[in-house]
């Protein structure tokens, strides 16, 4: 599955354990979502994405393995769904999903 990252799970480190697989940020590619912005759910600790029309997004976009989606599903928790998106990388447009919480504030988040 093909996924695009935003929030925590940008942090090598963090993506790493959670996923519980180590090579993986290394294969992450630089990827921006338009017509979306990062902003705070409404007690400021975690990210969402909120769509607007003259957002702009950078994250990194990498395939997971089932074990992998798998935990960074249990990672993002229930409040979290998988939105398809289309990003744009280096190589053009491409398909993905992004776990989306309802409910993002008008507030930029800020780690």
């Known amino acids: 599955m093909r996924v695009f990252l935003y929030?925590?799970?940008?942090?090598?480190a963090t993506l790493a354990q959670r996923s519980g697989d180590p090579?993986?940020?290394?294969?992450?590619?630089?990827?921006?979502?338009q017509g979306w912005q990062r902003v705070a759910l409404p007690n400021g600790r975690w990210p969402t994405l909120?769509?607007?029309r003259n957002g702009e997004v950078t994250g990194a976009l990498?395939?997971?393995d089932a074990a992998a989606a798998r935990r960074l599903?249990?990672?993002?928790?229930?409040?979290?769904r998988l939105v398809p998106v289309v990003v744009a990388t280096a190589t053009g447009n491409t398909a993905a999903k992004a776990w989306i919480a309802p409910g993002g504030t008008h507030r930029p988040w800020k780690e």
């Open 73 to 80: 599903a249990a990672y993002e928790g229930d409040a979290y």
């Open 50 to 52: 909120r769509r607007h």
């Open 7 to 12: 929030g925590t799970l940008l942090n090598p």
């Open 23 to 33: 090579s993986l940020p290394h294969r992450c590619m630089v990827a921006t979502l």
């Open 62 to 64: 990498v395939d997971l």
